[in-house]
């Protein structure tokens, strides 16, 4: 897949709106990277940013539904988003979540190159998720880290990744909703644990329900603070 490709499709453009090779910058001349994509406050209060800032690597583990939750306000504020390596990805359940599927691109499998793969999409789209990380060598990996923070995207590895900024955990989880042999699964609390480096070494935790009441994503609410630091 070529950036010429992308661009050919109707209202998609490359991340960073200008040409490719270019460095990242708007529509008024400033830089791109560093700027933030819109994310839920509930998800967002654990970043060391106030959404997914542009060019930045955030890794996801774990949790679908996380995944889904790190993608859907974007999506739906007009980003798009493409998953590349992830066959298995549910459209049903990514739309209840709250993703705009109109502005999501599936490659289930990107074939013999991958790293071009999404390389390419990098140029084109604002969020580019990566299943199957660990099968990538480390320095392909930190080339791609590399081309996202030049090009003003954001890359979302669904797994680990050598030099990611964030790492977002799903470190618990409880289903709600069915009683003693009876009743449907209605919504899922998580425990999100968020560490990494720089001005994410200190972790974080935050407690979701996805999806939430009135909603994708809603804060559990059970006492003053439930976002907190973990202590180490």
Known sequence: ???????????????DGVSVGAPAVDAGGGPVAGRVLPMRTELAA??????????STVAVHGSVSLLFAVLAEATARGSWAAVVGLP??????????????????????????????????????DLV?????????ESDARRLSARARNRGSVLVPFGEWPGAEVRLRCTQGRWSGVGDGHGYLR???ITVQAAGRGAA????????????????????????????????
């Open 1 to 15: 897949m070529s950036v010429a490709s992308l661009t050919a499709l109707d209202g998609v453009t490359t991340a």
């Open 129 to 137: 998720v990566v299943g199957g990380p660990h099968r990538l060598p």
């Open 187 to 189: 919504e899922r609390e």
């Open 46 to 55: 654990v970043l060391p940013w106030p959404g997914l800032r542009r060019g």
């Open 88 to 125: 298995g990805l549910g459209l049903v359940a990514a739309a209840e979540a709250g993703v705009e599927i109109a502005r999501l691109a599936l490659v289930p499998r990107p074939g013999g190159d991958p790293v071009g793969v999404i390389a390419a999409l990098l140029d084109g789209v």
């Open 201 to 232: 070494s200190r972790p974080r935790t935050c407690r979701l329900l996805l999806p939430g009441r009135g909603g994708p994503v809603s804060e559990v609410r059970e006492g003053p603070a439930v976002l907190r630091p973990v202590a180490g």
